[in-house]
């Protein structure tokens, strides 16, 4: 067969195909057409958007089977058939339906989650045209609840949307994280952007052992490469991350366990100021009583792109497949130089040694893999205190599983002593000492050697 008459067949085929769909569509939407003719007519019929306790759903029409299947026939194939299962029979909340939340649940929806419960108190305003999933300029003044739950049902029918137009309160909880059929939620995706709402969702849902991921800053930031996904202890240049660690240990929750997703782009811009009346009066300008009123300029594609992010963690978690994020943000290559310009001059001032020790990748893995942008010692954040890399133990000599990440002034007192126990306490040293024999173990261990040629080089033990 020539390429030609194989270019010829393929068209062919492509386009009887085409037909063939388009008529079994039309037999679907014919089948039904008696029953649903309001919703073809132009006039469909909208879902009543109630309190906490749900809405009615409207009838969505009942297309045959194979046209199901074929919607989510890709997704079937890249889950397989126990991962799309777990789907079709997995219950997801989404918590904030905005900018970040639409897109989310919008995704979960069209992926084969078979119940998503939506919640959201606030109405569609013109300034969320620009980032939301759904909503256009005749939806403006409806609850986000209705309006995406209507555009879902539309969109995919087998769905099931449970819309609750509803601030997510303490007192309220229970109600709104209530079981769906007997079944806890499977996920719970926290998209709101008020500090004292999110605390109270993200303790609720460590008091009831729900998993739940959650979104940060989404303002203010550009930059897609710089997304992150990963415990809430580990977030960077994240404002509101830093907020809801402060606010969650406060309270005396325990914040492992939290999944988040964050930028580590540092915000380009700042909340903007309060006009002279909103200063006077806060509680008069916000969408509720004393919510938040200062605004935070925004990219769309910023929190659409969160969402999305977040709507693939849930999906690939539940299905049974879930990925591993990178844990901490990469340093930058700046950043990267200076820690190891000062590892090489700590090396000849306090050790005596001018070989090389370390490339520019070996300090992005120490810093952000192995010891977290943490201080091994006090825990410190690296965005809070200076840091330097230093030898752990004098005797093992430069290698990677004996470096650690230290504050300048507890590094000082480390390269004064023969030995980490004359200065750490117990408890120290046995978490160091951990954390390096994990390194050793995992194999991830690199040490200095020579080439045939004598040139000092790093290789994987």
Known sequence: MTMRSAALGALAGAIVGGCITAALMRRASGAIASDEAGHRGGSRKRRGCGGAGGSERAEAPEYPEHVMREVYSRIQTFFGDAGFKSLRESFVVVVGIGGVGSHAAHMLARSGVGVVRVIDFDQVTLSSLNRHAVAGLADVG????????????????WCKVDARAAMFTEEQAGELLEPHEGRLPDFVVDCIDDVTTKGALLAKCKELGLRVISAMCAGAKADPTRLQIGSINDASHDPLAAKMRWRLKKSGIDTSGIDVIYSSEKPRLKLLPLTDEQAQEPQEFGNVEYFRTRIMPVLGTSPAIMGQAMAAFVLCDVAGKPFRPEPVAGLSSKSKLKFLQ??????????????????????????TELWRSKCAVTLERLERQPMVITRWRRERGPSLNNFVLLRNTVADKLDAVAQPEDVFDPEVIARVDSTLAIFDAVGRRRLLSKDPQGREELCPL
């Open 142 to 157: 409806r609850p986000k609840a209705e309006v995406l739950a209507q555009a879902l049902t539309d969109i995919v029918p």
């Open 342 to 367: 000062h590892l090489k001059n700590r090396e000849i001032e306090v050790f005596g040694n001018r070989q090389p020790v370390a490339d520019k990748d070996d300090v992005d893995f120490l810093v």
